[in-house]
């Protein structure tokens, strides 16, 4: 008998969807990240995409956790210049006299 003894698991950080027949494991794209053993990426805080084509949240925005879900928008009242911010605490209150709408 040759080849395998055993199915091993891909690493964190790579992913399979085959069954049977596969030799090894595909690295998740960029921007994403998978735990060990896994069929799909999920797209890293910060960035948010269908099909794991995972892009930057937009000024004014922020993701906390991973996966596709929509970046949230920093609360009325502050706004954030930066790209792919994780959380909340990122977007700065405007000083006085001034005001943000949402996505800003």
């Given at each position: 008998?040759?080849?395998?003894?055993?199915c091993?698991?891909?690493?964190?950080?790579?992913?399979?969807?085959?069954?049977?027949?596969?030799?090894?494991?595909?690295?998740?794209?960029?921007?994403?990240?998978?735990?060990?053993?896994?069929?799909a990426?999920?797209?890293?805080?910060?960035?948010?995409?269908?099909?794991?084509?995972?892009?930057?949240?937009?000024?004014?925005?922020?993701?906390?956790?991973?996966?596709?879900?929509?970046?949230?928008?920093?609360?009325?009242g502050?706004?954030?210049?930066?790209?792919?911010?994780?959380?909340?605490?990122?977007?700065?209150?405007?000083?006085?006299?001034?005001?943000?709408?949402?996505?800003?």
């Open positions: 008998v040759s080849g395998p003894s055993a091993l698991p891909c690493e964190a950080g790579t992913y399979s969807t085959s069954v049977a027949r596969v030799t090894s494991c595909t690295s998740c794209p960029a921007n994403s990240w998978s735990t060990g053993g896994a069929a990426c999920e797209c890293s805080p910060g960035f948010t995409g269908p099909n794991h084509a995972c892009t930057e949240c937009e000024a004014g925005f922020y993701k906390p956790g991973y996966g596709s879900g929509a970046c949230t928008d920093c609360p009325e502050t706004y954030s210049e930066a790209l792919a911010k994780t959380n909340a605490s990122t977007c700065i209150p405007c000083g006085d006299g001034f005001s943000s709408p949402l996505h800003s």
